[in-house]
DNA sequence: TCAAATTTAGAACATTTGTTCTAAATTTGA
DNA sequence: TCAAATTTAGAACAAATGTTCTAAATTTGA
């Protein structure tokens, strides 16, 4: 592991741990045993490390989408969709707790992950479109609510995590596990074997 | 009005337009011509604005409870919850950006609002089932939907503004009227004139 | 009215932060 | 092998921050 990864990874892991608010480069360096002036060679500035940890976090949904691309399109496909980026959002953790904040500081983060999130909601779309073609989703949705549905997914996918720091604070797999319940209840009523 | 007001008037302008991150006490005593060490007679440590701020939005969702207590309870009742809470939402806008990280920063700000959302949870859980009781909510909706159903209103509720901030970036009313109707799409499919 | 209480401005402080600079140590590769 | 490129530590700096201190101005109320 070189320098540079070795910045990134102690980054995520204060970030994440102790907040954005808490965590200065000083902090960062010394973590791993590196003096202030180290770090600042291989990141100029601050917001570099942030931008390089946002990089990993947008080229794995990427990844995510090509993956989607050459598999079936079914109940199991949406199941894993949510569960990888469940795991994407608690891994950067940080990114999702202040993301309005990084967005503002920081624009071409908060662009690039709009144009991210255009290009996820018309797969899930067109995933629903497929379920309602298989007969497995009702198929008297109206479109306007399909785009509405699609906008809750996004909501839950970006925050649950923040609603979960907010309340009941479960540990790792326990709200992993509340929150696939949650996007569960939330298609629940579009299921054709619950129309009737 | 007097100092105290004045200064939390400030801060709350100022947070809300420029971001926690960018806004220091010396910021808000500037702005309405104020010293920084009178600021800080009038509020010791800078925690205790948040604080202050963050009462004067409890307080507004206490009364807001109080007030649906003497209430007819319908769809009437449910839009008028909504766009009270959003409205709130929009007014503090900046602790509901920041909630996670100000959650952490001062610990009684985050048990406030989980014993609030608690409260406000279960009004909501009534009002559902006040719902089927008169037939306008189908009554076939499993009780872990019900929970999972308000888990979801809360989560849209509190993170809608976070949402249109890193996507769309509506405007006002037009922001408030996009996330009302996403509401109204998360109850379309438990109304009973849908069901069959 | 006038002494006590309060509010106020502004200087002062210790700390922290992001960043830069310098010079030494280490690594690279021809 | 050894000169050039790189990485590194640590000092240094200016700016900002939260907070405190002091002394003056203002307000209060008996």
Redesign the interface.
Known sequence: MNAKEKILNAALLLYNEQ???NITTRHIAASIGMSGGNLHYHFKHTEDIIKALFNELALAYDGLMIDVHSALLDLDAMAFLTETSFKLVNKYRFIF?????I???IPEI?EA??QL?RKREQQFLNLFDDLIAKGIFRDDIPS??KQ??V??F???N???L??N???DQYQDEKALKAYR??I???L???LKHHQ?
Chains 1, 2 share one sequence.
Request: net charge negative.
């Open positions: 907040g954005i608010r707790i202040n993301f309005v904040e967005g503002k500081w908060r992950y709009d999130t306007s609510n509405g549905l906008k809750q996004f909501i839950t970006d925050f649950w923040s609603h720091e907010l309340t319940n949650a569960d209840v939330l629940w009523p579009y009737t």
